[in-house]
């Protein structure tokens, strides 16, 4: 059944836009008029293929994806439908006008469309790749055989909102930090290129011998003069190679593995993602889905080349009939607490209950470490520029002191 983008008046004349799944325009009228809407226009949704997508669809595209938030939001509203006794089509078809976006709006008819024409509510997920995670539709496909739909939604939400918290609650804490070293570094560079030449020219007209201070700025001041246009190229050529060679396998398998290697940060991500392996693997096995299938689908949630390939290899040690965590024991990429806490787990039965407890230790830990990191930073980077400010004003200041003790 086709999908129509629509354009209406209510009674009270007001505009109001969303979709509608209809066999015809002139049907999708009809149904607008019956729910009180007046059409103004409808346009037929087109569908593409993912080979059909050209880059600049793509680019399009990704400035109308799903957010994450969004999404679970409308899991638990369709969690909250379904536990009430609605049928899925009908809670589909309630939450169509509710999706904020256009996009959603748009995925949610055609899923909907898939689902009346007989296809289960995962088969009709898997078609839009780009909106639902491989972990969403296949917990959504255990909750579909084990029949417990609603309860599977409600806990997809709660995955969805506390990954989203936690990466909110670090992106604001070091939004702060970074840009005032953002700002510090071309006030720096304004001082160096525009302010300071400006003024050391008048020194260097006396013909007297300088302070060291002052000839260091006057050399620091030279050297930005001259070469900013070529550090700037330097810097642009730089990104544009980390992005180019980012997006090959091997440029991202030797980026990660830096990042891995890191002091102090690469601890941090190996705490989150494994937080993150620990929370998917352990809702995935709570739902009934298999172990073996579980770590094949947690390998694309690390965030990590060199963490993925670390889960490839544990599940094909574990397929061979290998403890899970004795396995990842052998991994010196995964934290330590993490592979005990797993091998405990095994050993008890409860590993899906250990999981998720490792999941909470990890998330809170990196964020009182994150929290910790720009405590810190915030003054040492006003330390810093104090410093860097105050030898610009002392190598300016010596050499006019000098000149009035030769005039007195």
């Keep these: 059944m086709p999908v129509y983008e629509y354009s209406a008046l209510n009674q009270k004349g007001k505009s109001t836009v969303g979709v509608i799944d209809a066999d015809s325009p002139v049907d999708a009228r009809q149904k607008l008029r019956t729910d009180m809407l007046f059409p103004v226009s409808i346009e037929e949704v087109a569908e593409r293929s993912p080979d059909q997508t050209s880059s600049r669809t793509a680019l399009f595209n990704y400035f109308r994806r799903v957010r994450p938030m969004e999404l679970a939001a409308v899991t638990r509203q369709l969690a909250t439908l379904t536990g009430a006794g609605f049928p899925l089509v009908s809670a589909l078809e309630t939450l169509m006008p509710q999706a904020k976006s256009r996009s959603l709006q748009q995925t949610l008819a055609k899923v909907k469309e898939r689902v009346v024409e007989g296809g289960t509510f995962a088969q009709a997920l898997e078609q839009f790749p780009g909106t639902f995670t491989p972990v969403y539709i296949n917990m959504v496909r255990a909750g579909e055989s084990s029949g417990t739909l609603e309860l599977i939604l409600e806990r997809l939400a709660d995955i969805t909102e506390k990954q989203e918290a936690l990466k909110t609650r670090i992106q604001a804490a070091l939004a702060y930090p970074l840009l005032m070293a953002l700002v510090g570094v071309l006030v720096v560079f304004f001082l160096l290129t525009a302010i300071v030449p400006n003024i050391l020219t008048i020194f260097a007209d006396v013909g007297q011998t300088l302070p060291l201070p002052t000839r260091i700025l006057m050399g620091v001041s030279r050297f930005f003069g001259r070469f900013w246009p070529f550090m700037l190229l330097l810097m642009v050529a730089g990104a544009l190679f980390y992005l180019i060679f980012n997006r090959t396998p091997k440029g991202r398998l030797i980026f990660d593995q830096i990042r891995l290697q890191t002091p102090f940060f690469g601890n941090l991500i190996r705490q989150l993602s494994a937080a993150r392996i620990s929370r998917t693997l352990g809702s995935l096995l709570e739902n009934g889905v298999p ?74 830990d990196v964020q009182q470490r994150i929290m910790t990191i720009t405590a810190m930073l915030e003054p040492l980077m006003i330390l810093f520029m104090g410093v860097i400010v105050g030898f610009i004003v002392l190598s300016i200041c010596l050499p006019i002191f000098e000149m009035n003790q030769l005039v007195g």
Excluded: C, W
């Design 291 to 364: 172990m073996m299938h579980a770590l094949e689908i947690v390998q694309n949630v690390t965030g990590n080349g060199v963490l993925s390939k670390a889960v490839a290899k544990t599940a094909k040690e574990v397929g061979h009939g290998k403890p899970l965590g004795r396995t990842m024991g052998l991994h010196s990429v995964f934290p330590e607490l993490f592979v005990q806490m797993v091998t405990v787990g095994e050993q008890s039965g409860d590993l899906e209950t250990m999981l998720g407890k490792v999941a909470d230790i990890y998330e809170n």
